[in-house]
């Protein structure tokens, strides 16, 4: 796929996180200074403890899932990002199973980008329990960004559009932009505050029918 183009939009993107968050804490300091509730000395405390976020927090945290290269060297002023990859084929990617990666950690990542890796995952159940890790390694407000050949939502038998927003819903995961080119899908989602209720397994079912339909699938249980 086009990496200059998706790197570009996710770029902006990101640019803006980072000033969104640093707003926010200023704010945060802004408010103890006027906190007229609190010794001085703690007053002091509190405000270094936030520089130090700035400091350290001031970078977005990225997972590249399924890397052929590292796609986010330029951006290593503000983006702290981990490349893995089953195979990787070149330094700096880690070599690792996204379902073997940060097992029992939650809430690591600001940004999850899945470029091409959910079709080559080979197993529908898979491809849901990928979505599940995405979940819990994802932070609240954080996106995840997911590149699919256009025929897996446009074109199968068992998948589309709507379900896939379903079963991103379910997850917790608002569409926030997606767009088409001529043979890729391009979603970003953002991870919501607090989990919605409703529906948590999707099984195959037909969404459409004809004889040049795919049979590409995604289940979740
Ligand atoms: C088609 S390539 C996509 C490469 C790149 N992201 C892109 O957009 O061009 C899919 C990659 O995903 C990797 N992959 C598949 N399943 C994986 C898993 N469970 N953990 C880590 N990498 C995986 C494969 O090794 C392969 O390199």
New binding site residues.
Partial sequence: ?NLASQNNESSKFMKRKVISRLHTIMKDIDKVKQDTTISSDEKKMKIKQLELKIEEGSKLCLLD????QENYSKQSKWLDAEA????PQCEGIIK????DFKVGESDVYDIIVL???LN??SSPSQRGEMLKRCQTLCRQEGHIFI?LPRACLDNSRYFDHTLFEQMMESLNFDLVAKHDSKKLSFLMFRKAEKRKEGKTSFHKREVRNGTRCNNFCIVMR
């Fill in positions: 796929m899932v399924g890397a052929l893995i990859d089953l195979n690792s199973d996204f379902f470029s091409l890796v080559f995952v590149m």
